[in-house]
C-alpha cells in the first residue's frame, strides 16, 4: 500500500469522531504546514470525501490530497460563522493550495482606526486582525489612487494630517498651520474631545462609503445652525467643505436615475492569475473601484469567484443590497454563499447576474477594467510581454518610426581616464536582451576624454560593415546613446556623413545620482520621463523642450518606459564597463614587462609567445624561463623573476639588523 494510502487508511477511526456539525478543517503536510482550509456543514462527511476510496476532485484536489499526512477542525456555531472562520484562518496561513487573495505593495489599502479613541487614516498592505475590533478598511487601491483619496479627505474633512499620537501628545506641542487656516480640528490642543473627534473620522467613513448625500445634507444643517447662531466664520468653513463635496460629486459617473447601491464584479484572466475589480456604485453612482488579485491554477471562474466573496465580503467595510457577477448564480454554491452574505449584512442581499440594462452595463464597466487593471499592474511590475511590447509603442511614437523599433541597440562608452576606452554595444530585439548579439569596440582614436569622438568612431566601424556581415546582423530600427541632444545631434550627423540607411537615434539621459531620467530626442526635446514621475534626484539640466505626446500617456505608461529605458542603460554600461576593466589588466600587466630592464620588444614577444599570459611569466623560475626563451641569459631571467617578486621588506630588515651585529 502506499505511504499516503496508508496514511489515509489510519485516519478511518479518527474519522468516526469527527461531529457532524459545521466547523472548518486545516490540511497539514508531513512538515506540519497548514496546505489547505476548508469549511463544511457537516465535518465528517466532508473529510470522509477526501479519504475515501474514491476521493473526488480536479488535478489540484488530488495532488492536494497525496500530500495530507494529518488533519484538525475547528467547531462553529452555524455556516456564517463557519465562513468568517475559513477567511480568517486562510489570510493566516496562506494555504498553498487554497485560491489566495495576494498581498500586492502596489495596491494597499487605506485603514482608519475607528478601534481607537482617537481614529487616524493609515495605509495598511493587508487587513489585520483588528477588523474585529472596529477598525476599516477601505481599497485596495493602486498607491497614486490612495495618495490622492488622502489628499481629497484631508481638503474636505478637518482631520489630522501630523504624526501626534492622541491623548498621549495632547498639550506637548504648539497647534500647527493646519488648525490656524480651519483644516484641523486641533484635538493637540486638549478642548476637543474624543467624541468630537471621532465624529470626524465617522465623517470621513461615511464618505468612503458613499453616504455622500447625507454628509452634504448633515453639513447644511450645521452651516445653517452655525448661521442662525452668528458663528459666521464657522459657517464659512462649513459652505467651503460642501462645495468641495458637491464638486465631487459632479465628478462622479452617473450610472442610474435611481438611487442603486451596489458592487458589481469584473472579471478578467490572464495565466495563473485572476483579477477581481469591484465596481462600487452608491446613490447611483459609481463611487469607487478596488482591484483584487487571485491565484487561479487548476480553477474555474466560479471557484475563484467563490472564493472572493468567502474572503472579501466578511471583513468589508460596507456590504451592498446586491452583487452582480458574470457567472450564473443558479449554482447551489453560489446560493449557498448568497444567504451566508445575507445573514452576515443582517439584511437581504442578492447575488445577481444581469442579462440587460443599466446593471448588464455596470457589468461590462467592471469587466473592462478588470481587463485594464490586469495590464495596468504588468506596466506598474514592469513584467510581462504586454509591458514590453507598450514601452516598444511608446519609443516608436516618441521617435517617429512607422512601427515598434524590432532591434535597438544601445552603445555606451568607458573609460578610466585617457587610457583604455571601450564602447559597449548592446543590442534588444522584440524588446529582449540578445546577449549573442552584444559587441565590443576598443577605442583606437584615444585623444583624451572625447566622448563624441570616440562615439563617431564606433558608429562608422558599425556602420561601414556589409547588413550581411554575421558579426553585426542586421542594422538597427533605433540606436540608444548614452548622452543627451548633444550626442544625438553628433551621431545623426556622422550617419548621414557616411551614407548609412535611416535610422532613429535617441539618447538615454541620466539625472544628478547618475540614474535614467529620460529620452533625448533630438533639437533639444527631452522626454522627462522620471521628473513627470516624482523620482527623479539631484541637480540637472532642464529641458527647455517636452514632447507633447507624453501628455496622451498614463502615469502607469511612463513608468513602464522609464524602466524599459532603465534596463537597457543599465546593461549597456556593465557591458562597457567590463571590456574596459578587462583592457586596464591588460595595458597594467604589459606595461609590467615593458618596465623591466633589459626586456625589449623582441623578448617580450618571444615570452608571450612561448607562456601565453604575463601570469604564467610571473610564475616562472628564472632556470626555466633560461632555458625555454632562446638568448634570453640566466642574468634576463633573473631581472625578470626579481620584478614579479620584489624581496620581502620584513627579511631585508632582518638581514641588515644580522650584518650589523
Not at 512538515?31 to 476521493?55: M, Q, T
Not at 444581469?354 to 514592469?382: F, H, S, V
Request: proline share 5%; with cysteine.
Amino acid at each position: 500500500m502506499a505511504p499516503e494510502k496508508q496514511k489515509h487508511h489510519e485516519f478511518e477511526a479518527r474519522l468516526d469522531l469527527v461531529p457532524t456539525s459545521p466547523g472548518v478543517y486545516l490540511m497539514k503536510n508531513a512538515a506540519g504546514s497548514v496546505i489547505y482550509v476548508g469549511k463544511a456543514i457537516n465535518l465528517r462527511n466532508r473529510l470522509r470525501s477526501y479519504f475515501g476510496p474514491n476521493p473526488q476532485g480536479n488535478e489540484k484536489v488530488q495532488m492536494m490530497i497525496s500530500h495530507i499526512h494529518d488533519f484538525s477542525y475547528l467547531l462553529a456555531n452555524n455556516e456564517l460563522e463557519a465562513l468568517v472562520l475559513e477567511s480568517n484562518l486562510i489570510k493566516r496561513y496562506q494555504p498553498f493550495y487554497n485560491i489566495l487573495l495576494k498581498d500586492d505593495h502596489d495596491y494597499p489599502y487605506l485603514k482608519i482606526t475607528m478601534n481607537e479613541l482617537y481614529p487616524r487614516a493609515l495605509k495598511a498592505y493587508r487587513i489585520g486582525a483588528d477588523v474585529d475590533e472596529g477598525a476599516k478598511y477601505y481599497g485596495p487601491y493602486l498607491a497614486g489612487d490612495l495618495y490622492r483619496a488622502l489628499r481629497t479627505l484631508h481638503a474636505i474633512f478637518p482631520m489630522k494630517t501630523c504624526r501626534r499620537v492622541f491623548p498621549r501628545d495632547i498639550g506637548k506641542e504648539r497647534p500647527c498651520l493646519n488648525f490656524y487656516i480651519h483644516k484641523c480640528i486641533g484635538p493637540c490642543r486638549g478642548d476637543v474631545s474624543a467624541a468630537a473627534y471621532r465624529k470626524v473620522m465617522q465623517s470621513v467613513c461615511d464618505f468612503l462609503e458613499g453616504r455622500i448625500n447625507d454628509l452634504t445634507r448633515d453639513m447644511k444643517a450645521e452651516m445653517e445652525q452655525a448661521a442662525a447662531a452668528w458663528r459666521f466664520e464657522e459657517a464659512a468653513v462649513l459652505r467651503d467643505r460642501i462645495a468641495s463635496l458637491e464638486a465631487l460629486m459632479t465628478q462622479q459617473i452617473a450610472v442610474s436615475d435611481v438611487n442603486v447601491d451596489c458592487d458589481a464584479l469584473g472579471l478578467y484572466r490572464q495565466g495563473l492569475e485572476l483579477c477581481v475589480l469591484k465596481l462600487e456604485v452608491r446613490d447611483g453612482k459609481v463611487n469607487g473601484t478596488s482591484t483584487f488579485f487571485l491565484s487561479a491554477e487548476g480553477e474555474t471562474d466560479a471557484s475563484v469567484l467563490l472564493a472572493f466573496l468567502g474572503q472579501h465580503y466578511p471583513s468589508a467595510a460596507v456590504i451592498p443590497e446586491e452583487i452582480l457577477v458574470p457567472i450564473d448564480v443558479d449554482d447551489s454554491e453560489f446560493r449557498e454563499m448568497e444567504r451566508i452574505l445575507w445573514e452576515i449584512r443582517g439584511r437581504k442581499l442578492t447575488l445577481r447576474r444581469p442579462q440587460r440594462g443599466t446593471k448588464r452595463q455596470l457589468l461590462n464597466m467592471a469587466m473592462k477594467n478588470a481587463k485594464e487593471a490586469m495590464r495596468r499592474r504588468d506596466l506598474i511590475k514592469g513584467t510581462g510581454r504586454s509591458t514590453v511590447d507598450e514601452s516598444l509603442r511608446m519609443l516608436a511614437d516618441l521617435c517617429d518610426l512607422d512601427m515598434p523599433p524590432v532591434r535597438i541597440e544601445a552603445y555606451d562608452i568607458s573609460n578610466l581616464g585617457k587610457d583604455d576606452q571601450a564602447c559597449g554595444m548592446v543590442v534588444f530585439e522584440n524588446g529582449r536582451a540578445k546577449r549573442s548579439a552584444y559587441r565590443r569596440f576598443k577605442i583606437k582614436s584615444q585623444e583624451g576624454q572625447d566622448d563624441y569622438g570616440a562615439m563617431a568612431e564606433v558608429i562608422m566601424r558599425r556602420f561601414t560593415r556589409s547588413p550581411d556581415d554575421m558579426k553585426f546582423g542586421a542594422y538597427p530600427d533605433l540606436i540608444l546613446l548614452d548622452g543627451g541632444n548633444n550626442h544625438v545631434s553628433y551621431i545623426t550627423k556622422t550617419l548621414k556623413e557616411i551614407d548609412a540607411p535611416p535610422v532613429a537615434v535617441a539618447g538615454i539621459v541620466k539625472d544628478g545620482r547618475h540614474r535614467t531620467r529620460g529620452l533625448a530626442l533630438g533639437d533639444g526635446v527631452v522626454a522627462e520621463l522620471a521628473q513627470r514621475l516624482g523620482v527623479a534626484r539631484g541637480t540637472f539640466a532642464k529641458a527647455h523642450i517636452e514632447p507633447e505626446k507624453l501628455t496622451e500617456y498614463s502615469r502607469e505608461q511612463e513608468l513602464a518606459l522609464l524602466r524599459f529605458l532603465t534596463s537597457i542603460q543599465d546593461e549597456a554600461h556593465r557591458f562597457a564597463g567590463r571590456y574596459s576593466d578587462t583592457l586596464g589588466k591588460k595595458r597594467r600587466l604589459k606595461y609590467r614587462l615593458e618596465s623591466i630592464p633589459g626586456i625589449g620588444p623582441g623578448f617580450r614577444k618571444k615570452l608571450m609567445q612561448e607562456f601565453k599570459t604575463i601570469k604564467r611569466i610571473s610564475e616562472t623560475e628564472p632556470e626555466v624561463l633560461a632555458a625555454r626563451v632562446p638568448g634570453l641569459g640566466h642574468q634576463r631571467a633573473q631581472a625578470i623573476y626579481d620584478h614579479f617578486h620584489p624581496p620581502d621588506e620584513t627579511s631585508t630588515i632582518k638581514k641588515e639588523r644580522n650584518e650589523a651585529e
